[in-house]
């Protein structure tokens, strides 16, 4: 059986036509998502029902035969399976119970507790694993320790993670221990992704660009560079897409550094640049501006192409820059998937 093509891009095949998924493809967008997330109540009772999770995963993969499904999940599950209330604010987005001493990171549930709470997800990437297309590509993903780390320290999403940052400067100490603390529990859970079908997992640092100098490589750099190690231990056949968002200048040499397959881009850098940059170590996946896919138009086809052009010369995933955002048009993913694969 002839290899799919998002493994082959992985492996550092360079394709006639790049292989296309895009992050939070199964979203808000999409009308028959918001029926079925009507259905299960309200957003973490979908991600937690398998057979619900399962079905938003599959409807883009139905739609546009994207070349590679990605589990739905949250990222902020791993904090609430560490002993965390979570919830989701109406309008508002997550919600957060804190960590904020080291006393509170030392009572976190030990990273053996976590599957107690995770075990649906598995049973949804099982799922996935049986009624995918043969050709699709099953992803599974957790958030970077750093990008988790905010949110459990601020007790939401922050525009510029600040109390992370307040926190990492008052007790360095407690705050690496966090992100250890993370890290283990990523392991576990991403292994345990595995073990259940999934044939690539990613990992997503969307607060990257937020750290500098000796803290990136402390709180981005040298966990990714610890989960990925254990991950290609247990599992060494399973590629790893690593994401450190607006990571800038950084993301050249970090797939190499941290011995990701592959180094996801934001839309903040120029194609032609991480072509030169990045891509000399391999598969990168990008970088679309999302906002193209509200806007449209020619715009949008010339952009798509160009982005093809600019890496066609080695092994390049076609993604966004970040996420799908709910105002996109359905309409204008069909006219980008035309522009790539002509």
């Not at 990273?111 to 297309?133: G, K, W």
């Amino acid at each position: 059986m002839t290899q799919k093509t998002i493994l082959r891009a992985l492996s550092g095949e360079r394709l006639p036509t790049p292989p296309v998924w895009m992050m939070r493809q199964a979203g808000r967008y999409l009308p028959e998502y918001r029926a079925t997330r009507a259905q299960a109540g309200d957003f973490l009772s979908l991600c937690y029902n398998p057979e619900l999770a399962a079905e938003v995963t599959l409807q883009p993969i139905r739609r546009y035969a994207f070349d590679a499904a990605i589990l739905f999940a949250d990222i902020l599950l791993i904090p609430q399976a560490l002993g965390l209330d979570l919830w989701f604010a109406t309008g508002e987005g997550p919600r957060l119970s804190t960590v904020t001493s080291a006393n509170q990171v030392a009572a976190l549930r030990s990273t053996d507790a976590i599957h107690d709470t995770l075990n649906p997800i598995y049973e949804t990437v099982r799922i996935l694993s049986r009624e995918l297309p043969r050709e699709t590509t099953l992803i599974g993903f957790a958030g970077a320790p750093w990008t988790v780390a905010t949110y459990m320290i601020a007790g939401r999403g922050t525009p510029d993670q600040g109390p992370a940052h307040a926190f990492k400067a008052a007790d360095r100490a407690a705050f690496s221990a966090l992100i250890d603390k993370i890290t283990d529990a990523t392991i576990e859970y991403l292994s345990a992704q595995i073990n259940a079908g999934a044939e690539v997992v990613k990992l997503f640092d969307s607060w990257a660009g937020s750290l500098k100098g000796q803290d990136f490589d402390d709180f981005a750099l040298t966990p990714a560079k610890r989960i990925i190690a254990a991950l290609k231990a247990r599992h060494p056949a399973t590629p790893v897409i690593a994401f450190p968002r607006e990571a800038g200048a950084r993301y050249a040499g970090f797939a190499r550094a941290v011995g990701a397959d592959c180094v996801a881009l934001d839309n903040s850098v120029s194609a032609d640049w991480a072509a030169g940059n990045v891509q000399t170590d391999g598969c990168v996946q990008g970088n679309l501006d999302p906002r193209l896919l509200v806007t449209g138009g020619d715009t949008l086809e010339t952009e798509t192409r160009r982005i093809v052009t600019a890496f066609s010369g080695g092994a390049h995933i076609f993604n966004l820059g970040h996420g799908i955002t709910p105002d996109a048009d359905p309409d204008n993913v069909t006219r980008m998937l035309a522009a790539i694969r002509g």
